[in-house]
């Protein structure tokens, strides 16, 4: 009878554990774009570019507010973060700002969720500011 309820107690601990949560290890991507808007003294946009090797920053889930993985975008401004398990992410990338304090960055986020296990989702494109 002891041995019975090792049995159950290792088998339910088993699937619990087996219960993935948002981060790594799944087949879902989320795939997106940065734009640099360059814009003047007067606060017009003067031209627009692809973001190259700018960094990205995913946060798995919404347990901490640390950055869990970062990548950089490509020559196109093309970014993907793949292997995610179903939940929730935060997505995140720093823009100039001008009015912001001792020259801090502004902080853009977006808030993605993967609902199917092989869902590939295609975010709006990103636009981040350079001021000259």
Do not use: W
């Not at 795939?31 to 606060?43: A, H, M, P, S």
């Not at 093309?78 to 823009?95: M, P, Q, R």
């Not at 902080?107 to 993967?114: P, Q």
């Amino acid at each position: 009878m002891k041995n019975i309820k090792y049995l159950v107690l290792f088998l339910s601990t088993l699937i619990i554990s087996c219960t993935k949560s948002a981060g790594t290890g799944g087949r879902a991507t989320i795939k997106g774009n940065i734009v640099v808007d360059n814009i003047n003294i007067q606060g017009n946009i003067v031209d627009s570019y692809d973001a190259q090797d700018h960094e990205v920053y995913i946060i798995y889930g919404q347990q901490n507010n640390t950055h869990d993985d970062d990548i950089n975008t490509s020559y196109d401004g093309s970014f993907e973060f793949k292997y995610l398990n179903k939940g929730n992410y935060e997505i995140f990338v720093y823009s100039d700002c001008i009015d912001c304090p001792k020259g801090q960055d502004s902080l853009i986020t977006k808030t993605i969720t993967i609902s199917d296990s092989e869902e590939i989702i295609e975010m709006d494109t990103i636009r981040i500011a350079n001021f000259i």
